[in-house]
């Protein structure tokens, strides 16, 4: 019963809700915005359960919405309370 929960909870999440909590994650681990990425897209895709061209346009468009700023060795959280409360949303 419990696995079966969290199958169904993994698989509901959109992939902004699993980049967000990625991020928040990173966020209280690394104590900073700025998240160094100790892995490639590639590997960050597989982390989080989704193709790496989707995780790319997920970024993008979470960049063109103001959240973060990104390339290939960083992300940096722009806005931490919007970012909880997205997650708090979802």
């Known amino acids: 019963m419990i696995l ?3 199958i169904k909870t993994l698989a509901l ?3 902004r809700q699993c980049i967000i909590e990625f991020l928040l994650y990173e966020y209280h681990v690394q104590k900073s915005t700025t998240i160094k990425l100790d892995m490639t897209k590639k590997e960050l895709a597989e982390k989080i359960g ?3 061209p989707s995780l790319s346009r997920e970024l993008n468009k979470m960049r063109k919405d103001g959240l973060i700023i990104y390339d290939s060795k960083q992300i940096t959280i722009t806005d931490v309370d919007l970012l909880n409360k997205l997650h708090i949303d979802s």
């Open 50 to 52: 989704v193709q790496r």
């Open 4 to 6: 079966m929960g969290k």
């Open 13 to 15: 999440k959109t992939i």
